[in-house]
């Protein structure tokens, strides 16, 4: 071989291995990492089928009694961890706030690109939790669930649509983007059993609807 065709052969494997590594980076986790995939819709039809079924009771809940955005690791707590994560091309300053970056919002397809537009939504909600069994969990254990990051229970998204779904179970109230709803059901129902929550009958009937057809 030639020096010329070697020159020639190392510069087009140089200009590969850059194609491949930008490639790569592309698609690479941190670039669209976001909620914990959650468990699959038969895995949650037998979840939900084994989910004690008991009205709600809302005496004596209150958000404290829920500690939440604690610190996760130097001076990041819970919410910039998850805007971290479900970011993309998210900087952060030395006290961890985001200064930029993006946000797609699944519950609605919205994309923003200030982090005060975005709100860290529990799935299921504080309160919900609460209802279904939560008023008699230890503090530590209410702490647990305010800020897991290993079930899919926290999620960035949209933030007036985040406040316009409150406490609302998905009897009364789902994501617009219907493109999303089978991962919102399969999450709601890992979570409420890997918690041990009940669920009301409404819910049970909404959440069975919806994982028919996932």
């Not at 923003?112 to 279904?132: K, R």
């Not at 702490?143 to 079930?151: E, I, K």
């Not at 493109?179 to 409420?192: D, H, L, N």
Request: proline share 4%; net charge neutral; aromatic share 10%.
């Amino acid at each position: 071989m030639s020096k010329f065709y070697a020159r020639r052969r190392v510069s087009i494997l140089a200009a590969l291995t850059g194609l491949i590594a930008s490639v790569a980076l592309f698609n690479s986790p941190t670039a669209s990492a976001a909620l914990p995939t959650p468990v699959s819709a038969a895995t949650a039809r037998t979840y939900l089928a084994s989910l004690t079924v008991a009205t709600e009771d809302r005496t004596g809940y209150s958000r404290d009694l829920f500690p939440h955005w604690i610190t996760q690791s130097g001076t990041c707590n819970t919410r910039e961890v998850v805007l971290k994560r479900d970011g993309t091309n998210v900087v952060q300053d030395s006290a961890c706030a985001a200064t930029s970056g993006s946000w797609y919002s699944p519950y609605d397809g919205a994309t923003w690109t200030a982090a005060s537009d975005v709100d860290i939504d529990h799935l299921v909600p504080l309160a919900e939790a609460w209802d279904s069994g939560a008023d008699s969990w230890t503090t530590s254990r209410r702490q647990a669930f305010a800020n897991d990051l290993t079930r899919p229970q926290l999620i960035a998204v949209t933030d007036n649509v985040n406040q316009a779904k409150g406490d609302q179970d998905p009897a009364t109230w789902m994501p617009s983007r219907t493109a999303y709803r089978c991962t919102y059901v399969r999450a709601w129902v890992q979570v409420k059993y890997y918690y041990g929550l009940s669920v009301d009958s409404a819910e049970k009937s909404a959440l069975t609807s919806y994982l028919s057809s996932c």
